[in-house]
């Protein structure tokens, strides 16, 4: 008989519950006693009767993966095991198959040593801290979970990458692919076992870096944000003279693009791309975008007949958002990208291929499709830990709103002048401010984010 109630822990341990997902240092921080409390937690919050389950290749994810489906078993659900699969796929798997809640073992793109939990519901909508995550929280840590919803459940074992690759080719039009040549750094990630299964069914020769799955990160950090992170694979599209290169993050649910001149390619400009192929396809819809994309976004979205919706930065707010305007597509900065048609969720892969559909179609370089579009120059974020972040905000706002700037607080802080605007906003999870400033030329740039740089670090 499963213990109705277990003793409660140590308070510290709620601190893995951030803002979208469940992660931390493995086995300090996060271990198998989490692990299976967090199975009998969801289960009991979310009061489901089966829960589809994946992981990708991080070295402590087979004894989390066992000990999460022993806690969502013993608390009478039953599991359906997909495996080693990118994130995305998990998604995919719990929209196509009506599964009533997933769970993918992943710490996406952090070092080696974390790990964690992504939890979604019906048709793939991804518990945040608000709608789920607190409460399983609380449950976890105080160890009142309640008693088994039934007897102990099964464990079934379900292969699922071929369908997704099959769903995720069904989004472009495959003849028109012409036979390009793609870098691949899949970061020893999951990528690594997603892309071989979509790239066989293309008339494209891909030149793969790190393709073999491996959760100790031998050749770099899984996160293609970082500059260091892409080098090897700029060097591969030059060396190799390819069409283009992608890097895609650890659980493969991200992605960023470089041209063929080895150019990093921001996920804004990916966005404006994407949007430019979805707007074609679905004349007038919604497309929905963060605010701290470029302002070049919502124009190539009005240039190409769409409706632009702005919105917060995070998928806790764009996928609803989506939803209520019927947008066919929403993305953002940071690489990822959401698809009405893939139950708004995200996919990378998705987003990738639509881009191999534009070059195709084109018949153009990826820097020649984006030169007239990207016109502006961009900061990147910029983090400063900071004491009273408040006080620096409202000081910043006070002395923009003098010189008769344009201001919002949709999230933090937006300033805009004609020619170039700013948004500064605090961190979920640390005591930071993340300043993105974009401006009409480089000089400008250079001259307001040493400005604004200097207000928050005074």
């Not at 979310?46 to 989390?64: A, N």
């Not at 659900?77 to 798997?93: K, M, P, R």
């Not at 519901?121 to 607190?134: F, M, V």
């Amino acid at each position: 008989m499963v213990d109705a109630n277990l003793a409660p822990l140590d308070p510290a341990v709620g601190e893995l519950f951030k803002a979208y997902d469940i992660r931390g240092l493995v086995p300090q921080e996060m271990d198998a006693t989490t692990a299976y409390r967090i199975g009998r937690a969801l289960v009991a919050f979310l009061d489901v009767d089966t829960v589809c389950v994946g992981r990708d290749m991080r070295v402590s994810g087979p004894e989390l993966q066992a000990e999460l489906m022993r806690g969502i078993t013993e608390q009478g659900a039953n599991v359906v095991d997909i495996g080693l699969v990118s994130t995305d796929t998990l998604y995919f798997a719990v929209g196509k198959y009506g599964y009533a809640a997933g769970v993918m073992i992943t710490a996406s793109h952090n070092p080696a040593g974390y790990n964690g939990f992504k939890i979604c519901k019906e048709e793939a909508r991804a518990l945040s801290l608000d709608t789920g995550i607190g409460d399983i929280r609380d449950m976890v840590v105080s160890g009142e979970i309640g008693v088994p919803r039934g007897p102990v459940g099964t464990i079934t074992e379900r292969d699922v990458t071929g369908a997704y690759a099959e769903h995720a080719l069904s989004m472009i039009d495959i003849s028109t692919i012409k036979p390009l040549k793609i870098a691949v750094d899949a970061g020893n990630g999951m990528a690594g076992k997603l892309a071989p299964a979509v790239f066989a069914q293309l008339p494209i020769e891909i030149v793969p870096l790190y393709f073999e799955l491996d959760g100790t990160f031998p050749n770099h950090e899984a996160n293609p944000i970082e500059p260091e992170n892409i080098r090897d694979l700029q060097r591969a599209v030059v060396e190799h003279n390819c069409d283009l290169g992608v890097a895609f993050d650890g659980d493969a649910d991200r992605m960023f693009l470089v041209d063929e001149n080895g150019t990093f390619i921001g996920g804004d400009m990916t966005l404006a791309m994407v949007a430019i192929q979805m707007l074609k396809k679905h004349p007038g819809s919604a497309i929905v975008y963060n605010l701290i994309c470029s302002r070049t976004v919502p124009e190539v979205i009005e240039e190409h007949g769409g409706r632009p919706i702005r919105s917060r930065v995070g998928h806790s707010y764009i996928k609803p958002l989506m939803r209520e305007e019927d947008a066919v597509f929403g993305g953002e900065h940071s690489g990822h990208f959401y698809f009405r048609d893939n139950w708004y969720a995200d996919s990378g892969l998705i987003a990738m291929l639509t881009v191999v559909e534009l070059v195709s179609e084109r018949d153009e370089s990826l820097a020649s499709i984006l030169a007239p579009i990207d016109s502006r120059v961009r900061s990147g974020e910029i983090n400063t830990e900071v004491a009273d972040a408040k006080a620096v905000v409202d000081r910043i706002e006070a002395f923009y709103a003098a010189q008769g700037a344009t201001i919002d607080h949709l999230d933090g802080l937006t300033v805009e002048f004609d020619n170039w605007w700013f948004n500064i906003r605090g961190s979920n999870t640390q005591p930071l401010l993340r300043l993105n400033v974009e401006a009409d030329d480089t000089p400008l740039l250079e001259e307001k984010t040493a400005e604004v740089v200097d207000m928050v670090r005074s």
